[in-house]
């Protein structure tokens, strides 16, 4: 079994697997490389991080006990 971690994403807490996280910090650096040289590139990141906060929290709702890399 995998370490769980919670963490604070957009002022949710979720609980979520560390491998997992390490993919979701990936992804969200990816993000910001790619927007850097966008003129609203906080506000565009802000919008995709909350869509994925509320994705990960139904995802919680529906009975997962954590986040896991599937």
């Given at each position: 079994?995998?370490?769980?971690?919670?963490i604070n994403f957009q002022g949710r807490v979720i609980p979520i697997e560390e491998t997992a996280y390490e993919k979701l910090q990936q992804y969200v650096n990816s993000?910001?490389?790619?927007?850097?040289?966008e003129e609203s590139n906080e506000e565009i990141i802000n919008d995709i991080e909350n869509r994925i906060a509320e994705l990960l929290t139904?995802?919680?709702?529906?009975?997962?006990?954590c986040i896991g890399t599937d």
């Open positions: 079994m995998e370490k769980i971690i919670n993000l910001r490389g790619y927007f850097a040289n139904e995802r919680l709702n529906i009975g997962k006990s």
